[in-house]
């Protein structure tokens, strides 16, 4: 019998807050050690919490974008356990009441759709950071990250593969961008996620004993560390050993997982009602207010790029994979005043390929999307040529102005006067007899070398269109 593996995954999205989420400290990245700190932070004594309105305010805007009931009555609870930079002794977080219950999300796999239940989300502190790197034999603690909100996204086990969980948090991370309530930066620990692994029998319904995977902050890492820990869990099943619960880390230099500790449960923490906060109360006019503020989302922006501009369903789901792109792509629709299509492939094939290569975000793009659009215009009314173009965009990447100045400056019009194309090809079929005679023996594939010469001959400035259509006639 061949092996399913089921996959849920903890995301925690650090929300995009000024402040923490029970205090007045900063929570800007970057800063100095410990200097982002404050007392409440610290859980010093006589200090007490006060909830920060905006991480609530970003908490009901995610439950209401994946469907989710928005509890009208939430508890935050202590949850007890030591560690270095944790300096209370417990972490505030959401147990048995969170705000966000029973949501869902879908993902596309091949074509399919496949819905992706959504447990809870719940809001909490994050902790510390330990920093090991530049002290030598010692542990450094820089607090300034703890007391930051996260909003604590946890899926049903419905995921059945490694890239069924990477589809799925991708959608994720697209989804907390376009809300605004996460810049989602995994690099800075912003957007961090905990991949819950176990394997059974095809057809079986009870779940296998489950590995937590830990420190996994890039799309491809995840990704390999469950496929690693998939292969590792079938072989010790296979060899008739047991899977043992516990917490494991992922080593991205050696591709493999090994054992952090074993795996707590919910009693060890010894949750209780965190004694210091209120319950939080929800009422309907807060949240018709909030749903009022929500954006496009998504899906909606995916199917009305669909109808709006005739994509086809992929071109218009990576347009929509991020809201900068989307709205880069709609700018650039409205300054080319042509045909979407296009600004669809220039966005995503020659744009993407220099963000990529010079490893941008579209935000940073050096061509803005009225600079694009008006190239793209010079493509549709014949002034330049496609292959032109593209050295008018190199150009533009390099240094700031205007598609038509340059065009100008640099005497790249497109030739589109018959008698000048008819000329030229006079010119190169009177220079190259033995290729003519051959052609008009039967040999057709000599076609493409005549282009090629007339484009050479002419600077790439010929029409191309012009050109096919008089050499057919000369030939």
């Not at 807050?17 to 200097?35: L, V």
């Not at 469907?67 to 609870?77: H, Q, Y």
């Not at 347009?319 to 709205?327: G, P, Q, V």
């Amino acid at each position: 019998m061949s092996w399913e593996s089921v996959i849920g995954l903890e995301v925690h999205a650090q929300l995009a807050t000024k402040s923490k989420i029970f205090s007045g400290a900063a929570t800007t990245y970057g800063a100095p050690p410990n200097t982002q700190a404050c007392a409440v932070d610290l859980g010093l004594p006589g200090v007490l919490p006060v909830l920060n309105e905006a991480v609530v305010r970003m908490a009901c805007k995610f439950g209401l974008a994946i469907g989710a009931t928005i509890a009208p009555r939430s508890v935050f609870a202590r949850k007890n356990y030591f560690y270095p930079d944790l300096p209370k002794g417990y972490q505030i977080s959401q147990y048995e009441l969170p705000i966000v219950e029973k949501g869902q999300m879908s993902i596309e796999m091949e074509g399919a759709e496949k819905i992706i239940g959504i447990t809870r989300a719940h809001l909490e502190e994050d902790a510390g950071k330990s920093l090991h790197e530049d002290f030598h034999e010692l542990t450094g603690i820089d607090l300034n990250r703890a007391g930051t909100g996260l909003l604590e996204i946890v899926s049903e086990p419905d995921l059945r593969s490694a890239k069924e969980a990477i589809a799925y948090l991708k959608k994720l991370h697209s989804l907390v961008r376009y809300l605004e309530i996460c810049d989602g930066n995994m690099q800075e620990g912003s957007f961090r996620c905990d991949a819950n692994v176990s394997v059974r029998r095809v057809g079986q319904t009870t779940l296998g004993t489950r590995a937590e995977l830990k420190n996994l902050n890039s799309f491809r890492f995840i990704e390999r560390a469950i496929n690693y820990e998939i292969e590792r869990q079938i072989e010790i099943l296979e060899g008739g050993g047991k899977i043992v619960q516990e917490t494991r880390l992922y080593d991205a230099d050696k591709n493999e997982t090994r054992t952090m500790r074993s795996k707590e449960e919910a009693h060890d923490y010894r949750y209780f009602p965190d004694p210091d906060l209120l319950p939080l109360v929800i009422e309907a006019e807060f949240l018709t207010q909030i749903r009022a503020e929500l954006p496009e989302l998504p899906d909606e922006k995916k199917h009305r790029l669909m109808k709006q501009y005739g994509l086809s369903a992929y071109d218009a789901g990576v347009l929509t994979s991020s809201r900068e792109l989307a709205n880069y792509f709609e700018e650039t629709v409205t300054a080319a005043e042509s045909d979407p299509k296009l600004c669809a492939n220039w966005v995503m094939v020659e744009l993407a390929a220099l963000l990529n290569k010079h490893n941008l975000e579209i935000a940073a793009s050096p061509i803005s999307a009225q600079q694009l659009g008006g190239l793209l215009r010079r493509i549709t009314d014949n002034t330049i040529s496609g292959k032109i173009a593209k050295e008018v965009f190199e150009v533009l990447w390099q240094s700031p102005g205007e598609a038509d100045t340059i065009i100008e400056q640099r005497g790249l019009k497109q030739v589109t006067d018959t008698g000048a194309i008819e000329r030229i090809i006079d010119e190169v079929m009177a220079n190259n007899p033995k290729q003519l005679a051959d052609y008009r023996s039967g040999k057709e594939k000599l076609f493409g070398f005549f282009v090629g010469q007339v484009m050479k001959v002419s600077q790439g400035k010929a029409n191309p269109t012009q050109v096919n259509e008089l050499l057919k006639q000369k030939l």
